[in-house]
């Protein structure tokens, strides 16, 4: 999936896949790291949220301004890089509890 578009709600995000089909997700959070100079976001389907597993999806996240403060959608980037991958999942267990639920 390779665009995201911002909905009204700030927590969710609509995602268009290759084919046109769009699908809401809700953002569980967003991070900054300043060793890879990006930023990242992490989504889970918004249908799933009730569910006893939630399948967590990750990008690098590339903002667009709209001439304000105010970020009103952005390009969103696959992970590629291993090591990457590896900061991210880190960052991600920080906020997951013992029994992987997210600790807020």
Same mark, same amino acid.
């Not at 665009?3 to 084919?19: C, F, P, S």
């Not at 569980?28 to 597993?53: Q, R, V």
């Not at 590339?62 to 960052?91: H, K, N, R, T």
């Given at each position: 999936?390779?665009?995201?578009?911002?909905?009204? $709600?700030? %927590?969710? =995000?609509?995602?268009? %896949?290759?084919?046109? $089909?769009?699908?809401?997700?809700? *953002?569980?959070?967003?991070?900054?790291? &300043?060793?890879?100079? &990006?930023?990242? =976001?992490?989504?889970?389907?918004?249908?799933?949220?009730? #569910?006893?597993? *939630?399948? =967590?999806?990750?990008?690098?996240?590339?903002?667009?301004?709209?001439?304000?403060?105010?970020?009103?959608?952005?390009?969103?980037?696959?992970?590629? #890089?291993?090591?990457?991958?590896?900061? *991210?999942?880190? *960052?991600?267990?920080?906020?997951?509890? %013992?029994?992987? $639920?997210?600790?807020?």
């Amino acid at each position: 999936m390779s665009e995201q578009a911002q909905n009204e $709600n700030d %927590d969710l =995000i609509t995602l268009v %896949d290759d084919d046109g $089909n769009e699908e809401l997700y809700k *953002v569980l959070f967003t991070f900054d790291s &300043k060793d890879y100079g &990006k930023s990242y =976001i992490l989504l889970y389907p918004a249908s799933a949220e009730n #569910d006893d597993e *939630v399948d =967590i999806q990750a990008y690098a996240y590339q903002p667009v301004q709209d001439g304000s403060d105010e970020v009103s959608e952005g390009e969103l980037e696959q992970i590629e #890089d291993d090591a990457e991958w590896d900061m *991210v999942e880190e *960052v991600l267990n920080t906020f997951l509890d %013992d029994d992987g $639920n997210f600790d807020v």
